[in-house]
């Protein structure tokens, strides 16, 4: 059969109508594929690194939601305009090697299921740093108030919000490029107990700004103010749930502007920086993020690319 030329280029087109516009705008190197049924599952891999995270889309379903499973933590894929999706993070004392991603799709009789990936997790290269108290602020970081409040702050960043508050990127909390990056080792000339773990530790838990004292800090998205107190180590410090497991910590602020239970928009003014708490050897703003209760990098949950579509 031959078809007459006006339909020629319409069927040529129809690989696309069938697959719809691309979820990630993103180059393909680093986008993984693959068939589930009549799904199509895409994992984007380009911040695939100890702390950082995965972006996984279901396109072509109805399902409202699904789970996760790598390396034995769960995280959820919720759905979007574009299907399901959902951001998977990646601990910060995993391997580098391929590791085992599990999907699960919810219901019963033939519609429900799960699916499995095979996703590379390499290497996370960053700078180190020495950073030396004074042996009173050593005390004082090793005290009974200090692991107090170091579980404190462990306790909001694990509280379970599955409301989703907000969607897409997170945006930065000033307006200043990074002054240094998560990751890196950082050695206090102390062991860290494993209460501090996530707060403080062998590797700096977020991003850092080296912003004057006084500058706005605002909402890197929208949330409610789970915590907004004075602590030992972070100091003056504000914590935001906003929904769906994901969790912001700005540290070291002269004050804060909000109050526990407020709710605020993306971008809302929450405190003035400053150089409080113990952590804190230089004015700086420290911004830390956590997801479904891991410590991520919030570089990475600032990169539009992961994000299906353009925003
Ligand atoms: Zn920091």
């Known amino acids: 059969m031959t078809l007459p030329r006006r339909i020629l280029p319409l069927v040529a087109l129809l690989p696309i109508w069938i697959v719809g516009r691309p979820p990630f705008a993103q180059p393909a190197s680093s986008l993984l594929t693959s068939a589930y049924g009549r799904s199509v599952v895409l994992v984007e891999t380009a911040r695939a690194q100890p702390g950082g995270v995965f972006g996984v889309a279901v396109s072509r379903n109805r399902w409202a939601s699904a789970n996760t499973l790598l390396d034995g933590r769960r995280a959820s894929l919720a759905r979007e305009a574009t299907g399901l999706f959902g951001l998977v993070p990646v601990a910060l004392d995993t391997q580098p090697a391929e590791h085992k991603l599990s999907i699960f799709f919810p219901g019963g009789r033939g ?50 919000d599955l409301t989703a508050n907000h969607s897409g990127p997170l945006r930065p909390p ?96 929450v405190g003035v920086s400053g150089q409080t708490g113990l952590g804190a050897l230089t004015p700086h703003l420290c911004f830390s993020t956590y997801l479904h209760s891991l410590n991520v990098d919030p570089a990475a949950l600032m990169d539009a690319s992961l994000w299906p579509g353009v925003r």
């Open 111 to 160: 519609r429900g299921g799960s699916t499995s990936l095979t996703v590379p997790v390499s290497a996370l290269v960053r700078p180190g740093r020495l950073r030396t108290l004074s042996p009173e602020a050593l005390a004082s970081a090793s005290s009974q108030t200090a692991l107090g409040h170091g579980r404190f702050l462990l306790g909001a960043i694990r509280t379970r």
């Open 174 to 269: 000033v307006d200043q490029p990074l002054a240094f990056p998560f990751g890196g080792t950082e050695d206090y000339g102390m062991v860290m107990g494993p209460v501090k773990d996530g707060l403080m530790g062998e590797q700096h838990r977020g991003v850092d700004y080296d912003v004057p004292p006084g500058t706005t800090v605002k909402a890197p998205g929208a949330g409610i103010i789970i915590l907004a107190r004075s602590l030992v180590f972070s100091g003056e410090t504000v914590v935001i749930g906003h929904g769906g497991g994901l969790v912001s910590v700005l540290s070291h602020l002269n004050h804060v502007t909000v109050a526990e239970g407020d709710v605020v928009a993306q971008g809302a003014a």
